[in-house]
């Protein structure tokens, strides 16, 4: 049975990993029509993300770097984190306000990339691994369980900072009789 949840979990893992992974690339590299650093960069910005540096590597390192880890099990409790945070991030700033589908940008793709590093984080790599080939042993669960929720605390505050300024209600000025 053991051998089939390590296969289950790299089939699992280098599709999903390798994915974000190259996702994280544009971004990146601008590779596979991506629009590099300078467009992440500007990105960021259009987002209210501030600083848009620090939000740009954030969104390089938990997409290209998480997903890689995840694909090869290599520190998979901070790459599974990296890819909870960076999914959970684009669904709340670019996905969430156009609903459920993909074919119209909604949550569909990053939900399952964003479960996919959940359960991944839970369960460990399985023995087919950098992790498992290299006897790297972290507290799995445990790890990841910190990880994320201190991830999710950090883009709860991006989101809170980005958010527009409110806008005083103009004062109305009295008519004439």
């Known amino acids: 049975m053991a051998i089939f ?3 289950g979990l790299l089939i699992l893992r280098l599709v999903a990993g390798l994915t974000l992974a190259a996702h994280g690339a544009q971004k990146l590299f601008g590779w596979f029509g991506g629009g590099g650093i300078s467009g992440t960069l500007q990105m960021q910005g259009r987002l209210g993300l501030k600083p848009a540096p620090l939000w740009a590597g954030m969104v390089i390192l938990g997409e290209f770097g998480g997903g ?7 520190l998979t409790p901070l790459g599974a ?18 609903g459920f589908w993909n074919g119209k940008r909604g949550i569909e ?3 399952q990339l964003l479960t996919v590093g959940v359960a991944v984080g ?4 399985g023995n087919y691994s950098l992790d498992a080939l ?10 990841f369980v ?12 991006g ?4 958010r527009p300024a409110a806008v005083a209600p103009s004062e109305a000025k009295p008519t004439a009789p």
């Open 146 to 157: 910190i990880l994320a929720v201190a991830a999710l605390l950090v883009d709860v505050i």
């Open 134 to 143: 290299f006897g790297i042993a972290l507290p799995q669960t445990l790890l």
């Open 122 to 125: 839970i369960m460990g790599p």
């Open 68 to 74: 890689l880890s995840v694909a090869f099990g290599l």
């Open 109 to 111: 793709f990053p939900l």
């Open 5 to 7: 949840l390590s296969t």
């Open 81 to 98: 984190a990296g890819m909870f945070a960076a999914m959970f991030m684009a669904i709340a700033k670019s996905h969430w306000k156009n």
């Open 159 to 162: 989101l809170l900072i980005s």
